[in-house]
């Protein structure tokens, strides 16, 4: 599937239903189960590689796990992260990630910041390059940040605002909203044209993401806004079918996954 007919079918109102994937295994599975979305993210770092952060994860790395993840759902739209360092520098550089990780058969590339990455995206769109911009918390930056709800103060709160709308303006088609209160993400979803794909920022943003490892249980402590959906099933992809399905009824995440004000 093409960035296209995900638009369509998210301008229809369905909920987009995304989750992390690294492997050919998973990937066939999500297949099954009605994921729309696969994002090859660079929380790999941790859940398959056993750092404590993304940040020892690289190119290479991404390129390995994009390729497995496409080989196992070819067709299935694949969304893959530029990791710490292969963006930061320069326009060019991100194109030269960006380049590899479609070569590897990403069909989109997700890049995190926010005014600072404006220039970025627009060199990126301008090249045929379709990209997610990621705001609120940003796990590239947990050496600034920590693992902290962001946009809970008024300030911050409008710099995220002004942020989304400018990723907008310069090409992002898709928007990640991590760890905010809901109602700063349910703001940024009205304002926007693009889907905003919520993770711990309440129930109403255009489609939800899940880290896969949180989903079937395997994550030790989870973030509060992780639901596990292996309790009340048989097997994983009765599981993985379960959030695509709570997500699409609207019945994930609820308010004890919400990020407080
Ligand atoms: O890498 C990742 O898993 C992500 C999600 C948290 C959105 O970027």
Do not use: W
Request: hydrophobic share 45%.
């Amino acid at each position: 599937m093409f960035l296209p007919q995900l638009l369509k079918k998210s301008a229809t109102g369905e909920k987009l239903a995304v989750l992390t994937c690294y492997d050919a295994s998973f990937a066939r599975c999500m297949a099954r189960a009605g994921v729309d979305i696969l994002l090859v993210g660079d929380s790999l770092g941790m859940t398959v590689q056993g750092h404590g952060t993304t940040l020892p994860v690289s190119l290479e790395h991404m390129i390995y796990h994009t390729a497995a993840v496409v080989r196992g759902a070819e067709g299935l739209f694949t969304m893959a992260d530029l990791p710490f360092g292969s963006y930061q520098e320069s326009p060019a550089q991100a194109l030269a990630a960006s380049t590899r990780l479609l070569a590897a058969g990403a069909n989109m590339v997700k890049l995190e910041g926010g005014a600072v990455m404006v220039d970025t995206v627009a060199f990126l769109s301008q090249r045929g390059i379709p990209v997610c911009a990621h705001l609120g918390l940003l796990p590239q930056s947990v050496n600034q940040t920590g693992y902290r709800a962001q946009g809970r103060e008024r300030k911050a709160a409008e710099q995220l605002i002004k942020d989304a709308a400018a990723l907008e303006a310069a090409g992002a088609q898709m928007l990640v909203l991590e760890a905010i209160p809901t109602l700063l993400a349910t703001e940024v979803t009205q304002l926007l044209r693009i889907p905003t794909i919520g993770i711990g920022a309440g129930p109403h943003c255009s489609g939800q993401v899940l880290v896969l490892h949180d989903a079937i249980g395997l994550t030790g402590k989870p973030p509060r806004f992780a639901r596990n959906f292996m309790p009340e099933a048989a097997d994983i992809e009765t599981a993985l079918q379960a959030y695509v399905h709570a997500v699409k009824a609207g019945t994930f995440p609820g308010p004890e996954h919400e990020t407080p004000a």
